[in-house]
Structure formats: C-alpha cells, structure tokens
C-alpha cells in the first residue's frame, strides 16, 4: 500500500501563499502523475496541478494559472504546491493523489492523502 501525507495547510489572509507538502510512503511505487486536488463545501473535488514523474509537464486548472506552482522530489518522493496570491475562493481542502497513468482524471488516480486544509480569510 502506498501512504500519501499532506502537511501545510492553514489560515492565511488573501494575498498570502502557502506551500503544501504531500510526502509518500509505502511500498515501491512510481507513479506517473502526481496531482493536488480540491474540494470546496458542496462542491466536487477538482484538480488544481498535475506533474509528471520527470516533471517536465504540468497541468493547471485555469483559476490558479499564475498563482500556484506544482513541484516534485523523486529523492524525497514529495510532491509541493506553491501557492501565491490566495483568493477566498481558494478555500477548500486540498488532496494530493498519485496516478500509475499520465492523466489529470480524478477517477484514474490509485491513491489519495487525507487531504489538508486551506482557509483563506479577507
């Protein structure tokens, strides 16, 4: 089984950043994508940045364009979200999965973390 853990989340004020951290554990795994979703009250989960194994692809949802920042660390097998500029509507809980495919399709991602809070205030 693979372990996936978020750490960074919190309450910052709007126009401040925050850098999530997903960092896996468990069995041998490699996965080909690494994404952050989110998911707002009474809202479905989104992704927000995908990143592929080499990290030489990225995806990001349109509203984040700009703002956010998806990285990784083989080493480390952590996976990072850099976000700058928070909007209130950037509150939501944020999950880190990981893919054994080259996707962005939430329902094709093997393994979530439990997923982290991001509050952002006025």
């Known amino acids: 089984q693979v372990q996936l853990v978020e750490s960074g989340g919190g309450l910052v004020q709007a126009g401040g950043s925050l850098r999530l951290s997903c960092a896996a554990s468990?069995?041998?795994?490699?996965?080909?994508?690494m994404g952050w979703f989110r998911q707002a009250p009474g809202k479905e989960r989104v992704i927000v940045a995908g990143?592929?194994?080499?990290?030489?692809?990225?995806y990001y949802e349109d509203s984040v364009k700009g703002r956010f920042t998806i990285s990784r660390d083989n080493v480390k097998n952590t996976v990072y979200l850099q976000m700058n500029s928070l909007k209130l509507e950037d509150t939501a809980v944020y999950f880190c999965?990981?893919?054994?495919?080259?996707?962005?399709?939430?329902?094709?991602?093997?393994?979530w973390g439990q997923g982290t809070q991001v509050t952002v205030s006025s």
């Open positions: 990143i592929s194994w080499s990290g030489s692809s990225t």
């Open positions: 999965a990981a893919s054994k495919e080259y996707t962005i399709a939430a329902a094709l991602f093997d393994y």
């Open positions: 468990g069995r041998t795994f490699t996965p080909v994508t």
